[in-house]
């Protein structure tokens, strides 16, 4: 009953570091997204995918890329990280893409960039 | 665009009392609402929807009315306990159904005190 698993909780990063956000489902969910959580701004949509091999972006997407080579993972890469990116990163998924049912959320990664 | 606007927090109540969260939106057509909330420490989960006019969505002893003239779907709790605790997001989902976008509020924090 593991549902979304977000890797790691908590991280801690240097100014142009890079790293890569971990988000695994098993629910054969067809769709799979990324927000990050900022404090009076509620959550914002960052890239997100449709099925294995189909990405596309959302509503702050500058600095961060996306792969989906399985129905089932869908990593978030930090190129080069910066400050503004300090916040709190979900993962979400749903069976399918444009439907009225729930998300399914992560616990969450929480990053700071000093 | 598709916008949603929630009363600011943070709200601090007593045990049993009564809770009002507004939320008002901007959308064409008729899009579905949601109510999603947000323990302490963890992701996000649904609470309540209504995909259409007038319905009334109701969970956990939480409601909240589609109001299609006042554009609303304000959440209500007639009492409230220290359980509830947590943050509160209204989110919307366009008319369309093949839309990805579910656009969230920026939370309202809710204490309640024993």
């Known amino acids: 009953n593991a549902g979304v698993t977000q890797t790691p909780k908590f991280q801690v990063l240097k100014t142009g570091q890079s790293m890569t956000l971990q988000c695994a489902q098993d629910?054969?969910?067809?769709?799979m997204s990324w927000y990050r959580q900022d404090p009076g701004m509620g959550l914002r949509l960052i890239h997100y995918?449709?099925?294995?091999?189909?990405?596309d972006q959302g509503e702050v997407p500058n600095g961060y890329n996306v792969s989906r080579s399985t129905t089932e993972d869908f990593p978030l890469r930090l190129l080069s990280a910066a400050p503004s990116q300090t916040s709190v990163y979900f993962c979400?998924?749903?069976?399918?893409?444009?439907?009225?049912?729930?998300?399914?959320f992560g616990s969450g990664t929480q990053l700071s960039v000093l | 665009g598709d916008s949603v606007t929630q009363m600011e927090g943070p709200v601090t109540l007593s045990e049993e009392a009564f809770l009002t969260i507004n939320c008002t939106y901007t959308?064409?057509?008729?899009?579905?609402l949601f109510w999603y909330v947000q323990y302490p420490g963890e992701g996000l989960q649904l609470l309540l929807k209504a995909t259409k006019a007038d319905d009334k969505g109701s969970n956990k002893g939480f409601e909240a009315t589609y109001r299609k003239e006042t554009t609303s779907f304000h959440l209500e709790k007639g009492s409230v306990q220290v359980s509830d605790s947590a943050v509160y997001f209204c989110?919307?989902?366009?008319?369309?159904?093949?839309?990805?976008?579910?656009?969230f509020g920026a939370g309202t924090t809710v204490t309640v005190r024993a």
């Open positions: 979400a998924s749903r069976k399918e893409q444009g439907t009225n049912e729930k998300l399914f």
């Open positions: 959308a064409t057509g008729y899009p579905s």
């Open positions: 989110a919307l989902s366009p008319l369309s159904s093949n839309d990805y976008k579910l656009s």
């Open positions: 995918s449709v099925g294995a091999g189909i990405t």
């Open positions: 629910m054969n969910h067809e769709y």
